[in-house]
């Protein structure tokens, strides 16, 4: 690992003047669980390491109106939330089978946007809860939709000066049901083959609204819109997921790798998509009964 200068800033504005000085040469640690390795393999070298672990205010989840989720929220805050487990189910799902334990008490949720690795579990989650990212530089506050914000592989669309702040979640549709499903060849602390997050709403027994997110099958986390339209207005019935899930096709570019070959995630795909759809539309209508 190549010799840096450790900083750690006590607000927002003091990181945001450290990375508008400095830009590409200076890195943000959050949780670590990427950057520690990128840096001992030499792939990242930066001359700067600014250390977020005094802003404690970006480490907490709110509820009002949206669901505000602090950058340097843990995966294991999330994973057991209960305002979380309420409000966005497919994330407190997601959160479940992120690597082990002991990683998902360090690494942050905003650690993982930044990082921007594609089979990552949060951000399909995230695409089927209709998220935005809020970020915060040198030329003041704006925010992204979640499907902006991706751009490839360990790209995203944060500039060298801002800092990601906060996860917002609109509230869900009424009625909806959702679903979370990581197909993984090994066991679920490895990286998926293909990760599917659906969420249909119901309305008078019609698909009203969906959402369908998958992780693992091309440069960024991807929402297949095209499947999504197969579904509005039809019956959530097998026939109408078979059709969603083969549209899937068109809206992924699956990259061969040790967990499978293009072929097979794109085959994969189809099949958790159809799974998930089916399990998100049962739980949908399980809320409607409950209503």
Same mark, same amino acid.
């Given at each position: 690992m190549s010799p840096f200068t450790y900083l750690e800033p006590a607000t927002i504005?003091?990181?945001?003047?450290?990375?508008?000085?400095?830009?590409?040469?200076?890195?943000?640690?959050?949780?670590?669980?990427?950057?520690?390795?990128?840096?001992?393999?030499?792939?990242?070298q930066p001359r700067f390491v600014v250390g977020l672990r005094r802003l404690r205010s970006?480490?907490?989840?709110?509820?009002?109106?949206?669901?505000?989720?602090?950058?340097?929220?843990?995966?294991?805050?999330?994973?057991t939330s209960r305002?979380?487990?309420?409000?966005?189910?497919?994330?407190? =799902?997601?959160?479940?089978?992120?690597?082990?334990i002991r990683?998902?008490?360090? =690494?942050?949720?905003?650690?993982?946007?930044?990082? =921007?690795?594609?089979?990552?579990?949060?951000?399909?989650?995230?695409?089927?809860?209709?998220?935005?990212?809020?970020?915060?530089?040198?030329?003041?506050?704006?925010e992204v939709p979640i499907n902006q914000f991706f751009m490839g592989i360990y790209?995203?669309?944060?500039?060298?000066?801002?800092?990601?702040?906060?996860i917002?979640?609109?509230? %869900?549709?009424?009625?909806?049901?959702?679903?979370?499903?990581?197909?993984?060849?090994?066991?679920?602390?490895d990286y998926p083959t293909v990760s599917v997050a659906a969420r249909l709403t119901l309305r008078d027994g019609l698909i009203d609204n969906a959402r369908i997110a998958l992780g693992a099958v091309g440069f960024t986390p991807v929402r297949a819109e %095209?499947?999504?339209?197969?579904?509005?207005?039809?019956?959530?019935?097998?026939?109408?997921?078979?059709?969603?899930a083969a549209a899937v096709t068109g809206s992924i570019e699956p990259l061969a790798d040790s967990r499978g070959s293009s072929e097979y995630k794109r085959d994969m795909a189809v099949v958790h998509v159809r799974r998930a759809l089916a399990i998100a539309a049962a739980r949908a209508t399980d809320v409607a009964i409950a209503r």
């Open positions: 504005e003091e990181v945001v003047e450290i990375l508008d000085r400095h830009r590409d040469e200076a890195k943000i640690i959050a949780g670590g669980t990427a950057l520690v390795n990128f840096m001992k393999n030499q792939l990242i970006l480490a907490a989840v709110s509820n009002v109106q949206d669901i505000r989720i602090g950058a340097l929220t843990t995966i294991h805050t999330l994973e305002t979380i487990a309420e409000h966005v189910p497919l994330l407190s =799902a997601a959160c479940h089978y992120v690597a082990t990683i998902r008490m360090m =690494a942050t949720l905003g650690g993982a946007m930044v990082y =921007a690795d594609p089979s990552l579990d949060t951000p399909p989650a995230l695409l089927a809860s209709d998220a935005r990212i809020k970020m915060q530089g040198a030329k003041g506050e704006r790209e995203t669309e944060l500039r060298s000066d801002e800092l990601l702040t906060e917002i979640v609109p509230p %869900q549709p009424k009625g909806s049901g959702t679903a979370f499903i990581k197909f993984s060849p090994a066991t679920y602390e %095209q499947a999504e339209r197969e579904l509005l207005g039809m019956r959530p019935c097998e026939e109408s997921f078979r059709n969603s």
